[in-house]
């Protein structure tokens, strides 16, 4: 027998943090400070009163100040994970402490077509796609609307976009809605899927990402579907954006701690509407704009790892991004920031990772570019694994068995872990006849050729005709009563 | 630029120095200093060199903001004893967000930045209904109005106050420009307005292109 081993850090793995825990906590102060001081302005009024209710100050209507303590008690009772699971009820995303998920981004309003590399107006069909390549992916862990289309009509795009993530995808849908009733629609269509809204609560299939105006500046439509999920028992996603030197400080912390006293007033609302409701918060943010071009881009290294060593402080689930671009065509730039972006967000812990695909800062996105998404992060997924060492791995009897000279080859040993290592898929890796022989084929034209036949072979399950129509029943009837 | 009161303005506003810029201009005014030429050879002359430094890229947006800001709090004290001929603004210019709309960053970057170029700016903020666009171009007289969304959901609202407009019988009284993330030079012309941008340098270009 081996002894016993003591103190044993089995796993340490690769991380990346930008604040030390002292920084994290005088980033909270400060965020308190501003809520108690400065507070926010608040645009439902539902919310006001039940803020008010619980000891919050409310002045000229919708200036709202919020007591640090009654945000220490919400800490009290916000769940430190969010699960999120698949069509079938299947848990599949436990979100909590370091772990990474990824998917793609929302409503792209142009669409780089891998078939012939031109940029055009997307249509339903590309998101119907976008939903399956997101499917057939292994490492595409939940799936967002992808694109804008704009062949069905614009008061109710959303819906239409859900109907076809519904049915070409079996991920969990992380929903963006441009208005309030759609959200509820979204659900809905949701709840028919998987059986009722007592079987969405159980097994929440969706969340919805939602957008507020700044830190302290709370618009209406955003609070209420806050409310509305924290209603359903549905986590939510509620993101404030400050961009540094428009809507806050240009310093990082300033951006950061004005930002920051946003997600605290949401989290104090959902905890108040139902305590326990879990609420994904920032894994980025505290961008600044360009001061000479005034270009907002997505690929900025200052504000990286500052966001998620936050939510990690506060040990809160989040939403990170990362496989972006502000390229404006598939190419060497977006490639580069696509796979940088994945890097840092996965050394980041950045639980839910979102935007894979996007080009132009949001502004377009590629099926392709998920391609090389998945490739990323299967390099990633090995390069930041912890590593076991023992016995088995080892191996130091085999060693002495095979000797100096050893050959490990056709080893048992080796054939038994030999696929533990990482293997290449659409990364090219052959000798340069070899890679002739095959076409000569560049890293762009092999993420097209990927995207072709997963189009051309996956299909995931139907659903039942009956729940079909059901979902195609409350689409129509929410797009008629929105005319 | 002999004087060194003016020289002194002249480096006030380059360095966006508000304070120094109101003090220098009323101790000119009270020793009767050529007003016409603080404002040609200290105002006039800086905002050229600003504009000089940001095209060489030394200098950036906030520092070009906070110098227009400073030259316009010179420019208001001296109006007064001005004729109007000597000062023109390069015109005045209503700007909001369009109904529905909460997004704000471009259209204030815009209204900055045909501030800095000197024009007048009455911003009406984010989600503004047809008739508050309506209402005020009636009610202001601006060369201008300039609407930006940022929703494909929002972009009607820009043919709908276009129509308001002309149904008010106003909008031969005002040049319309749009711009917002999903527009384009093509729908502009879709819905009768008289220009899009694509960015806030632009913008700036095609509001001096329509009302000079
Ligand atoms: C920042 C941002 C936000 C911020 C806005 C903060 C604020 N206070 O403004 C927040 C996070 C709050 C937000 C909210 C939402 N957003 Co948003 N947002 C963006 C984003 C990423 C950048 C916009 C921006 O500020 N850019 C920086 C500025 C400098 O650029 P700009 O606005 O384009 O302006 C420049 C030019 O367009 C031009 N310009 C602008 N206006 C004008 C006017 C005139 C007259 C002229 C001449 C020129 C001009 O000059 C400007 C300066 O150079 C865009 C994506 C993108 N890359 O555009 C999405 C985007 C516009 N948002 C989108 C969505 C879906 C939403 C939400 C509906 C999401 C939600 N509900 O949760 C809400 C909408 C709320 C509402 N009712 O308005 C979608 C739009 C999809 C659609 N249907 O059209 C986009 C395209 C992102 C995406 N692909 O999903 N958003």
Same mark, same amino acid.
């Given at each position: ?47 006001? #009163? ?9 002045? $000229? ?25 698949? /069509? ?34 997307? =249509?339903?069909? #590309? ?70 809204? $007592? ?73 108040? =509407?139902?305590?326990? =409701? ?23 290294? #200052?504000?990286?790892?500052? +966001? ?122 052959? =000798? ?14 092999? +993420? ?21 129509? /059901? ?13 | ?14 360095? @966006? ?21 603080? &404002? ?7 905002? *050229? ?17 906070? %110098?227009?800001? *400073? ?23 209503? *700007? @909001? ?47 201008? &109005?300039?609407?930006?969304? &940022? ?27 749009? @711009?917002? %993330? ?10 009768? %307005?008289?220009?899009?941008? %694509? ?14």
């Amino acid at each position: 027998m081996a002894g016993i081993q003591v103190n044993d850090r089995t796993f340490a793995s690769s991380q990346y943090t930008r604040l030390a825990p002292e920084q994290c906590q005088k980033l909270h102060w400060a965020s308190l400070e501003v809520l108690e001081r400065t507070g926010i302005r608040l645009f439902e009024p539902a919310a006001v #009163d039940l803020l008010k209710k619980a000891g919050a100050s409310v002045s $000229e209507e919708n200036r709202v100040r919020i007591p640090a303590g009654m945000v220490e008690k919400a800490f009290g009772t916000v769940p430190k994970r969010a699960v999120l699971c698949n /069509r079938f009820g299947e848990r599949v995303l436990q979100i909590e402490g370091h772990k990474c998920f990824y998917g793609p981004g929302s409503d792209a309003l142009n669409i780089v077509d891998h078939r012939t590399q031109e940029r055009r107006l997307p =249509v339903l069909r #590309d998101v119907e796609e976008g939903a399956r390549v997101c499917d057939a992916l292994p490492n595409v862990h939940f799936v967002m609307s992808m694109f804008l289309p704009t062949d069905v009509p614009s008061a109710d795009y959303e819906l239409h976009q859900m109907e076809a993530m519904l049915n070409h995808s079996t991920k969990p849908i992380i929903i963006v809605t441009s208005n309030f009733e759609s959200l509820v629609a979204c659900v809905e269509m949701a709840e028919a899927v998987v059986g009722g809204a $007592e079987a969405l609560r159980q097994n929440p299939y969706v969340t919805c990402y939602i957008n507020v105006t700044t830190g302290l500046m709370h618009n209406q439509e955003a609070v209420q579907k806050l409310m509305y999920l924290a209603q359903k028992s549905l986590p939510a996603i509620y993101i404030p954006v400050c961009y540094g030197g428009l809507s806050a400080p240009v310093t990082l912390a300033g951006t950061f701690a004005a930002t920051n006293a946003g997600v605290l007033a949401g989290l104090v609302i959902s905890q108040l =509407v139902r305590e326990g =409701v879990p609420y994904i918060i920032p894994g980025w943010g505290a961008r600044t704009i360009n001061m000479r071009t005034m270009a907002a881009a997505y690929f900025t290294p #200052d504000d990286k790892g500052v +966001m998620a060593a936050m939510a990690h402080y506060y040990n809160l689930p989040m939403f990170g991004y990362g496989g972006f671009s502000d390229s404006k065509v598939v190419d060497q730039q977006a490639a580069l920031e696509a796979s940088l972006s994945l890097a840092f967000a996965t050394m980041e812990g950045a639980n839910l990772i979102h935007d894979m695909g996007y080009l132009e800062a949001g502004r377009s996105g590629s099926h392709a570019q998920l391609v090389l998404c998945n490739e990323v992060i299967d390099w990633l997924a090995h390069a930041t694994a912890g590593i076991s060492i023992n016995d088995e791995t080892l191996a130091l009897d085999l060693i002495d068995r095979k000797g100096p000279n050893g050959n490990f080859l056709d080893d048992a040993h080796t054939v038994k872990h030999f696929r533990e290592r990482w293997m290449p898929g659409i990364l090219d890796q052959s =000798v340069y006849d070899e890679w002739a022989a095959m076409g000569s084929q560049t890293l762009g034209e092999r +993420m097209s050729e990927r995207v072709e036949k997963i189009l051309a072979e996956h299909q995931p399950p139907a659903l039942s005709d009956a729940i079909k129509q /059901r979902v195609r029943e409350i689409l129509e009837q929410y797009a008629n009563s929105a005319k | 630029m002999t004087n060194p009161t003016i020289q002194i303005i002249y480096n006030a506003i380059l360095e @966006g120095d508000r304070e120094r810029v109101q003090t220098q201009v009323k101790h000119a005014i009270e020793t009767g200093i050529d007003l016409v030429s603080i &404002l040609n050879d200290g105002m006039i002359a800086a905002m *050229a060199e600003v504009g000089r430094r940001f095209s060489c890229g030394d200098y950036y947006v906030p520092e070009m903001l906070i %110098a227009a800001r *400073a030259m316009q709090d010179g420019l208001k004290l001296i109006k007064p004893h001005l004729m109007q001929t000597e000062i023109k603004s390069s015109g005045k210019v209503v *700007a @909001g967000t369009v109904k529905g709309d909460l997004h704000d960053i471009g259209k204030t970057l815009v209204c900055m930045m045909l501030e800095g170029a000197g024009f007048e700016i009455l911003d009406l903020g984010t989600d503004v209904a047809p008739e508050k666009f309506v209402e005020t171009v009636r009610a202001e007289k601006p060369h201008l &109005l300039a609407m930006s969304a &940022l929703l494909t959901t929002t972009m009607p609202n820009m043919q709908a106050t276009i129509n308001a407009l002309v149904k008010a019988g106003l909008r031969d009284q005002v040049k319309v420009i749009i @711009g917002g %993330a999903p527009l384009t030079d093509k729908y502009a012309q879709q819905i009768g %307005a008289d220009g899009f941008a %694509a960015d806030a340098g632009r913008a700036v270009a095609l509001a001096k292109s329509l009302v000079g």
